[in-house]
Structure formats: structure tokens, C-alpha cells
């Protein structure tokens, strides 16, 4: 009967002598946690620049709600999309810091977040328009249609970023 290809591990390495037992037990544990989060990402261009988004959103969100109003409409739908690219890009961050993407093959993560940065910042972009035309030099709701031109120019620079990385990686791969 055939069971079908089986992995053995050992804790020796090739190039060293073999690590006793109880100390190849520890590292392959302390190995599994510091697997479980991805510390580079962090510090990474991507990382920083997603969490200078959701700060951007934030602020502008809070500069919003803190302002008095004078058009209902135009100031929620600029809540909402706010609030909505911010969640989605804390899932998107998650999603890389505990390298959920290496377990959940079935998803083409590049291009959920190229999709999800395209319409939300498309969406962001619309909702800083009009939260700008209908501010009436009110500060907050000033600030607030500022912070969202930020975050808009941020997630396009995040485009921006993940399509030459992408078309880099893609070119090389070819002429190999």
C-alpha cells in the first residue's frame, strides 16, 4: 500500500554536528513563535506607510465627528468611507503581521489589497471632495477633508509601491 510521500525532521543542519535533544525541542519551539509574527514587516516601507494611513484616517474621522455639521450627508458618507478603508486596511495589516496569507492560499492577497486599495482609495478620494467643498471654514471638518487628501495620496503611493514591486518581481523571474 502506498501512504504517499512522508517529511522527516532532524535537528541537525548540514553543515553542523547534531543539537541534543531537549535543545532542538526549545529552538523548534521558540522557531514556531517567532514565526507566528512577522517582526520585519513592522519596520518595512509597506508596514509603516499602513499604519501612517490608518493614523491619517483616524484623525480624520475624529476631526469630523468633533465638528458641528452643516450638511448631514456628505459628512457621514465621509465617516463611513473613513471608517471603512480603516478597518480594511487594519485586516490587510493583520493579515501580514501574523502571515495569514501562508495559510490561506485559496485568496489571491496581492490582488484583494490591489482591489481594495483601488476602490477605497477611489471612494476616499470622492468623499474629500465633497467634505472639502461643504467644509464652509469650519476647522475640524477642514482638517478632516485634509487628513482624508492625505490618506488618499498614501494608499495611492501604496499602489503606487506594490505594482512596481510587483512588475519588478515579474521581469526578473522571466529573464531567468
Same mark, same amino acid.
Not at 24 to 42: H, K, N, Q, R, T
Not at 94 to 119: D, G
Not at 154 to 167: A, F, N, P
Given at each position: 500500500?502506498?501512504?504517499?510521500?512522508?517529511?522527516?525532521?532532524?535537528? @541537525? *543542519?548540514?553543515?553542523?554536528?547534531?543539537?541534543?535533544?531537549a535543545a532542538a525541542a526549545a529552538s523548534s519551539s521558540a522557531g514556531a513563535d517567532a514565526e507566528l509574527m512577522d517582526g520585519a514587516y513592522f519596520r518595512s516601507c509597506a508596514g509603516m !506607510?499602513?499604519?501612517? $494611513? %490608518? #493614523?491619517?484616517?483616524l484623525v480624520g474621522f475624529i476631526s469630523v465627528n468633533n465638528s458641528p455639521w /452643516? &450638511?448631514?450627508?456628505?459628512?457621514?458618507? =465621509? $465617516? #463611513? @468611507? /473613513?471608517?471603512? &478603508?480603516? +478597518? %480594511? #486596511? !487594519? =485586516? =490587510?495589516?493583520?493579515i501580514h503581521i501574523f502571515r495569514i496569507y501562508r495559510k490561506l492560499t485559496c485568496v489571491s492577497w496581492p490582488l484583494a489589497e490591489f482591489l481594495h486599495y483601488l476602490i477605497g482609495t477611489i471612494l476616499l478620494l470622492i468623499?474629500? #471632495? +465633497?467634505?472639502? *467643498?461643504?467644509?464652509?471654514?469650519?476647522?475640524?471638518? @477642514?482638517?478632516?477633508?485634509t487628513f482624508g487628501f492625505l490618506a488618499t495620496i498614501l494608499c +495611492?503611493?501604496?499602489?503606487?509601491?506594490?505594482?512596481? @514591486?510587483s512588475c519588478i518581481t515579474q521581469s526578473t523571474n522571466a529573464s531567468v
Amino acid at each position: 500500500m502506498s501512504h504517499g510521500a512522508r517529511v522527516i525532521r532532524t535537528g @541537525v *543542519s548540514s553543515g553542523g554536528p547534531a543539537a541534543p535533544p531537549a535543545a532542538a525541542a526549545a529552538s523548534s519551539s521558540a522557531g514556531a513563535d517567532a514565526e507566528l509574527m512577522d517582526g520585519a514587516y513592522f519596520r518595512s516601507c509597506a508596514g509603516m !506607510l499602513k499604519v501612517a $494611513q %490608518m #493614523i491619517s484616517l483616524l484623525v480624520g474621522f475624529i476631526s469630523v465627528n468633533n465638528s458641528p455639521w /452643516t &450638511d448631514y450627508s456628505a459628512y457621514s458618507y =465621509f $465617516q #463611513i @468611507v /473613513t471608517m471603512c &478603508d480603516l +478597518v %480594511m #486596511i !487594519l =485586516f =490587510f495589516y493583520i493579515i501580514h503581521i501574523f502571515r495569514i496569507y501562508r495559510k490561506l492560499t485559496c485568496v489571491s492577497w496581492p490582488l484583494a489589497e490591489f482591489l481594495h486599495y483601488l476602490i477605497g482609495t477611489i471612494l476616499l478620494l470622492i468623499a474629500s #471632495i +465633497v467634505a472639502a *467643498s461643504k467644509s464652509y471654514n469650519l476647522t475640524g471638518l @477642514v482638517a478632516g477633508a485634509t487628513f482624508g487628501f492625505l490618506a488618499t495620496i498614501l494608499c +495611492v503611493l501604496s499602489i503606487w509601491s506594490s505594482y512596481k @514591486v510587483s512588475c519588478i518581481t515579474q521581469s526578473t523571474n522571466a529573464s531567468v
